[in-house]
């Protein structure tokens, strides 16, 4: 697990007001997540744990399946990083946000 420093980004948040974004948040964990978010970032980047849900459901789904259809199989792998997505949404408090 990564090392976080809050009380820096709280300074920087407080010096500058500019939103501020968590490059490489994938693998931080769900309490990193959610602190940095109280700490003032905005923006947390997840793309590779969208990646590995869609691979690890790829790898379970052939194993199960081996002649899984195609097109299916590329949906419903969307489907497994779009429900991380979601997680992350849900953890960092901004369900229900969007605007």
């Known amino acids: 697990m990564p090392t976080f420093h809050f009380d820096i980004v709280e300074k920087i948040k407080a010096a500058t007001g500019a939103a ?3 490059h ?3 693998g931080a964990g769900d309490d990193n997540m959610r602190r940095s978010v109280e700490a ?3 923006k ?4 590779t744990d969208y990646m590995i ?9 052939l194993a199960e399946n081996p002649d ?8 419903d792998s969307w489907t497994a990083g779009i429900d991380t997505i ?14």
């Open 20 to 22: 501020l974004v968590l």
């Open 68 to 75: 899984y259809d195609f097109p299916t199989l590329m949906q």
């Open 86 to 99: 979601k997680h992350y949404i849900e953890i960092s408090g901004s369900a229900g946000k969007a605007r």
């Open 44 to 47: 947390i980047n997840v793309g």
């Open 40 to 42: 003032g970032i905005n």
């Open 24 to 26: 490489g948040g994938s």
């Open 53 to 61: 849900a869609q691979r690890e459901f790829v790898a379970h789904a």
